[in-house]
């Protein structure tokens, strides 16, 4: 038996999905809405930073109760939550900017640090990051912890990569895919471990959506192509939507933990 798994129960559910190609889909419409909606509430609708960021803490929450209590990964509660921490990460990230003056090479670096020191904490811990082994509440709380950091650290780095190296929103994505994908053939012809391989793709996949959400929802004269933020965010909630009834439908992504 492997010692991470030495209080598995038989029989025990993962409580997050397995690692599908719908997986990455729904995860990179998430960050994408994520980054559209954020600006939705926070301007378009003229809640400022503050009061968005209050009232979407507060959802999140709820969202994440609903969350730790289904034991098992349910696609509904699961991907409800992925979307909302989306938009808390990137609003985390956007205060300490915007309202605190911090710069964004500072909140790389920041969230950086912080998202290291949870899986260190994490590991000494549980003796494992593997996704396919949330099983228990406290790794479930770790898992969670550093989903939002990486939505924060995401956000952060790039925001820096296209508006302060003023890079652009389209060289951007076209950046982190690049990075993405060399990430991805290492882990398919060069042996890269698969947790590490996750966790990196993971980070950015937030920097990515959100330059493919800002290229979309962005008026011509900043650079984008100006379909605003209500039917941007519109056309993702509905895709999401969709692929998660279809998970639902097809058991997709749930696993149970192998006792090995």
Same mark, same amino acid.
């Given at each position: 038996?492997?010692?991470?798994?030495?209080?598995?129960?038989?029989?025990?559910?993962?409580?997050?999905?397995?690692?599908?190609?719908?997986?990455?889909?729904?995860?990179?419409?998430?960050?994408?809405?994520?980054?559209?909606?954020?600006?939705?509430?926070?301007?378009?609708?003229?809640?400022?930073?503050?009061?968005?960021?209050?009232?979407?803490?507060?959802?999140?929450?709820?969202?994440?109760?609903?969350?730790?209590?289904?034991?098992?990964?349910?696609?509904?509660?699961?991907?409800?939550?992925?979307?909302?921490?989306?938009?808390?990460?990137?609003?985390?990230?956007?205060?300490? /900017?915007?309202?605190?003056?911090?710069?964004?090479?500072?909140?790389? /670096?920041?969230?950086?640090?912080?998202?290291?020191?949870?899986?260190?904490?994490?590991?000494?811990?549980?003796?494992?990051?593997?996704?396919?082994?949330?099983?228990?509440?406290?790794?479930?709380?770790?898992?969670?912890?550093?989903?939002?950091?990486?939505?924060?650290?995401?956000?952060?780095?790039?925001?820096? /990569?296209?508006?302060?190296?003023?890079?652009?929103?389209?060289?951007?994505?076209?950046?982190?895919?690049?990075?993405?994908?060399?990430?991805?053939?290492?882990?398919?012809?060069?042996?890269?471990?698969?947790?590490?391989?996750?966790?990196?793709?993971?980070?950015?996949?937030?920097?990515?959506?959100?330059?493919?959400?800002?290229?979309?929802?962005?008026?011509?004269?900043?650079?984008?192509?100006?379909?605003?933020?209500?039917?941007?965010?519109?056309?993702?909630?509905?895709?999401? /939507?969709?692929?998660?009834?279809?998970?639902?439908?097809?058991?997709?992504?749930?696993?149970?933990?192998?006792?090995?």
């Amino acid at each position: 038996m492997n010692p991470a798994n030495s209080n598995l129960q038989p029989g025990a559910f993962n409580r997050v999905p397995a690692v599908t190609v719908d997986f990455w889909l729904i995860k990179l419409m998430a960050v994408t809405m994520g980054e559209t909606a954020a600006d939705y509430l926070a301007v378009n609708l003229g809640l400022g930073l503050t009061t968005t960021s209050i009232m979407m803490a507060t959802i999140l929450i709820i969202a994440l109760v609903a969350q730790f209590a289904q034991k098992r990964y349910v696609p509904w509660s699961y991907w409800l939550a992925v979307v909302l921490i989306s938009i808390v990460g990137t609003l985390v990230t956007d205060n300490l /900017v915007d309202n605190f003056g911090v710069s964004l090479v500072t909140t790389t /670096v920041f969230f950086t640090g912080a998202l290291a020191a949870t899986f260190l904490v994490w590991y000494a811990s549980e003796r494992t990051l593997s996704i396919h082994a949330i099983f228990t509440t406290k790794r479930e709380a770790f898992y969670w912890l550093a989903i939002l950091f990486t939505f924060a650290l995401g956000t952060a780095a790039g925001d820096l /990569v296209a508006e302060h190296f003023a890079l652009g929103y389209m060289a951007t994505g076209i950046l982190f895919s690049m990075i993405i994908a060399s990430i991805t053939a290492g882990y398919f012809f060069l042996k890269l471990d698969g947790v590490w391989a996750f966790w990196i793709a993971y980070i950015f996949t937030r920097p990515l959506g959100a330059s493919f959400g800002d290229l979309l929802s962005q008026p011509g004269e900043y650079g984008g192509l100006g379909f605003g933020t209500i039917v941007t965010s519109a056309m993702f909630l509905s895709a999401i /939507v969709a692929i998660v009834i279809y998970m639902s439908a097809t058991r997709e992504g749930q696993e149970i933990v192998p006792n090995v």
